[in-house]
């Protein structure tokens, strides 16, 4: 019983934010550079191969804090009206981790001049597992697991997104089976509810060497806040992004849940620069406006993307989102 009295205590000691974070599946300040990591729908978007890496390191120095790896990977074919994709992740928060795998296709119908709309379809599996020497060790616990315990199910997620070479907008549903797969094994995990995103953005022309591009979020997940992101990026040169984002939950059909639950707010200062026509580099800084602040434990998130052909070959029509 004292490993489970240790594992509660961390749990209630991170609650005002462990469930508004850890009951949805990881989230990245930079998805406004790779939409891949919220809706299917963008594969092949940019029309070129592109593959980025991200590393999140989440309240750093906390007790068990999320830390999250994430490699994606998409191209276009048939003249751009297709788009294939492949992401890996692993992601771990104190004693449980996910490990997660799929494949994705995106199909694209040209809706104007410069309009696509596209239906995209991920699919692929999961691994979740229990680290049962993660606390302290009372081998006299029947209720403790010994060593580590892995569960595996499908996943499946489905997207649309729609975009103009200046607007965009996208709506998904992530985690669309294996819950059932969990419930037979009798374990209850909030990471594989139902995920609805909807998101939408622009980029307005400031100036011949700086463009604006505003853009929002909103997520809903069963059992946690509906939240949302305000973005806010500039662009100078086609080459630098600097920006911020605004993160914060809506009360909506969520006043049953405990008041500190529906009062998180962070900020995010965001920064992308492209080192070279085929390398973009990017890093966040997370701080956290209630909750964990008291702790000073802020977030860091590096990204580290790599076009297969030069930016330069697509100059007609560069893709921004």
């Known amino acids: 019983m004292k490993r489970i009295a240790f594992i509660l205590i961390f749990i209630i000691a991170t609650l005002p934010t462990w469930s508004a974070y850890a009951q949805q599946l990881p989230q990245f300040s930079q998805y406004i550079f790779n939409g891949l990591h919220i809706n299917p729908g963008y594969a092949g978007y ?8 991200t590393y999140r390191d989440q309240w750093v120095n906390f007790p068990g804090a999320p830390q999250t790896f994430t490699v994606t990977a998409d191209l276009s ?3 751009g009206l297709m788009g294939f994709g492949v992401s890996v992740m ?20 040209q809706t104007g001049r410069q309009s696509f709309f596209s239906l995209g379809v991920s699919a692929g599996a999961s691994q979740y597992s229990i680290d049962g020497e993660w606390a302290y060790n009372d081998p006299n616990d029947p209720e403790i697991p010994e060593g580590r315990i892995n569960m595996f199910t499908p ?9 103009t070479d200046r607007f965009y907008a996208g709506v998904s549903a992530f985690n669309l089976v ?3 797969a969990l419930e037979r094994e009798d374990i209850a995990l909030a990471f594989h509810d139902f995920h609805f995103y909807l998101t939408a953005g622009l980029l307005v022309p400031v100036s011949d060497n700086v463009s604006f591009k505003p853009s929002f979020l909103i997520r809903e997940v069963q059992g946690a806040p509906m939240s949302y992101d305000i973005n806010g990026m500039f662009l100078f ?3 630098l992004w600097l920006g911020a984002s605004y993160r914060s939950n809506m009360n909506l059909g969520n006043e049953h849940l405990m008041g500190n639950l529906n009062n998180r707010t962070a900020v995010a200062l965001i920064a992308e620069i492209f080192a070279t026509e085929n390398l973009r580099i990017g890093y966040a800084y997370d701080h956290n406006l209630n909750a964990l602040e008291n702790y000073r434990n802020s977030s860091h998130e590096i990204s580290i993307g790599y076009y297969l052909t030069s930016r330069t070959a697509k100059i007609k029509n560069p893709r921004w989102f």
């Open 77 to 79: 074919a048939n003249e």
């Open 237 to 239: 040169m086609e080459r």
């Open 90 to 109: 692993s992601d771990k928060i104190g004693p449980t981790s996910t490990n997660s795998g799929l494949l994705t296709y995106a199909y694209r119908i």
């Open 46 to 53: 940019k029309n070129q191969g592109y593959i980025q890496s």
């Open 178 to 180: 294996g819950k059932k």
């Open 155 to 163: 996943n499946m997620n489905a997207g649309l997104f729609f975009h």
